[in-house]
C-alpha cells in the first residue's frame, strides 16, 4: 500500500543540526511533488517546505528559510530534511507528505518524528 | 499570501447533531485546490474533502464540503463519535487555516 515512513527526530540543542527521513513505498516516488510540514506541541499545521518531483524546484516557508533545506533521493525513494541552526520553537512532529497531481491535496502523510530542540 | 481563516475556533456539538465548519481565505481561491483534513489525536492528518467537495476514499457520505471564492464550508450530517477531531483547511498545497476542534458536548 501506499506508505510514507518518517525516521531521525529526536532531541537537539538550540543551534544544532539534525536531519530528518521519510521513505516512501507503494507507488512511484519520482512521480510526485513532497512536502513537509510540522505541528508543534498542542499548535495546529504549518506548511514548512516542498520539492518537486525531479528536485528542480524547492520552496520554504520564511520561519525555516536560509536554515533548513528540503532534498530527495528518487533512486532510494526517499525525502530528507536538513534541519540547520535549530530554535526552541522549531520543536515540532514533522510530517512528510505526498502531493496529489491533480488536485494538489496532500495523501498520505506520514505517522510524524518528533524533533525537541533543547539545552 | 493567501491566509485561511476557520471558524469557529472549537465547536461543542451532540452525536447525531450536524457540524457546519467554515473556512475564509483572505482573496479568491481556485475551488480545485481548497482541501479538507481530518486529525485525531495522536495521529497524521486524513485527507477528506479535495476540490472544495470531492470526497477522499474511503470517506463517509456524512461528510461534504461546499463553497467559493472566499468562503467554504464543511459539513458533517449525523455525527458520529469517531468524528470529534479537529478539521484544517488548506489552498493548494501551502497554507492551512488555525483549525476547528470540533468536541463532543
Known amino acids: 500500500q501506499v506508505q510514507l515512513v518518517e525516521s531521525g527526530g529526536g532531541v537537539v540543542q538550540p543551534g544544532g543540526s539534525l536531519r530528518v527521513s521519510c521513505t516512501a513505498s507503494?507507488?512511484?516516488?519520482?512521480?510526485?511533488?513532497m512536502h513537509w510540514v510540522r505541528q508543534a506541541p498542542g499548535k495546529g499545521l504549518e506548511w514548512v517546505a516542498f520539492?518537486?518531483?525531479?528536485?528542480?524546484?524547492?520552496d520554504y516557508a520564511d520561519s525555516v528559510k536560509g536554515r533548513f533545506t528540503i532534498s530527495r533521493e528518487n533512486s532510494n525513494n526517499t525525502l530528507y530534511f536538513q534541519m540547520n541552526s535549530v530554535r526552541t520553537e522549531d520543536t515540532a512532529v514533522y510530517y512528510c507528505?505526498?502531493?496529489?497531481?491533480?488536485?494538489?491535496?496532500?495523501?498520505?502523510w506520514g505517522q510524524g518524528t518528533l524533533v525537541a530542540v533543547s539545552s | 499570501e493567501i491566509v485561511l481563516t476557520q471558524s469557529p475556533g472549537t465547536l461543542s456539538l451532540s452525536p447525531g447533531e450536524r457540524a457546519t465548519l467554515s473556512c475564509r481565505a483572505s482573496?479568491?481561491?481556485?475551488?480545485?485546490?481548497l482541501t479538507w483534513y481530518q486529525q485525531k489525536p495522536g495521529q497524521a492528518p486524513r485527507l477528506l474533502i479535495y476540490?472544495?467537495?470531492n470526497r477522499a476514499t474511503g470517506i463517509p457520505d456524512r461528510f461534504s464540503g461546499s463553497g467559493s471564492g472566499t468562503d467554504f464550508t464543511l459539513t458533517i450530517n449525523r455525527l458520529e463519535p469517531e468524528d470529534f477531531a479537529v478539521y484544517y483547511c488548506?489552498?493548494?498545497?501551502?497554507?492551512f487555516g488555525q483549525g476547528t476542534k470540533l468536541e463532543i458536548k
Open positions: 507528505a505526498r502531493q496529489d497531481i491533480l488536485t494538489g491535496a496532500f495523501d498520505p
Open positions: 507503494g507507488f512511484i516516488f519520482s512521480n510526485y511533488g
Open positions: 520539492i518537486r518531483f525531479d528536485g528542480s524546484n524547492k
Open positions: 482573496q479568491s481561491v481556485s475551488s480545485s485546490y
Open positions: 476540490g472544495a467537495s
Open positions: 488548506q489552498q493548494y498545497g501551502r497554507g
